[in-house]
């Protein structure tokens, strides 16, 4: 059994917000021997409202970070390390809304691993 890739931190986590507060989504990985590929992590929101589609918020790809997917959370998202390629993906979101209301999942790749974390993100009225 090859320890590959892994995802140290908690899954199935769940925060509760207010609007006007800051959340930090935790994703922290420790890579292997094993992994060699070219590290890829992504954040992906799915929206609590299911007619709504899931989309990539945020990319960390060849040492390059990319973050205007989604418009409603530019510019209120970061990573919270400045180098996610370090183990540290976890990420920062300012000034919360009610639609940022939904699941956050943080895919962390480099191959021949591959890991996942949902996260929960329940943002209520004031």
Request: net charge negative; proline share 6%.
């Amino acid at each position: 059994l090859t320890r590959g890739l892994t995802i140290t931190s908690p899954d199935q986590l769940t925060f509760e917000k207010a609007q006007g507060e800051n959340v930090m989504l935790p994703c922290t990985f420790e890579l292997s021997e094993e992994d060699e590929g070219p590290l890829d992590i992504e954040w992906v929101f799915i929206p609590a409202d299911t007619q709504k589609k899931e989309k990539v918020i945020i990319l960390f790809m060849v040492d390059k970070i990319y973050d205007h997917f989604y418009g409603a959370l530019t510019g209120r998202m970061q990573f919270t390390n400045p180098d996610p390629g370090s183990g540290d993906a976890s990420l920062d979101i300012q000034n919360l809304k009610a639609i940022d209301t939904g699941t956050y999942e943080c895919t962390v790749k480099k191959a021949p691993g591959i890991e996942r974390r949902k996260i929960q993100l329940s943002v209520l009225g004031k």
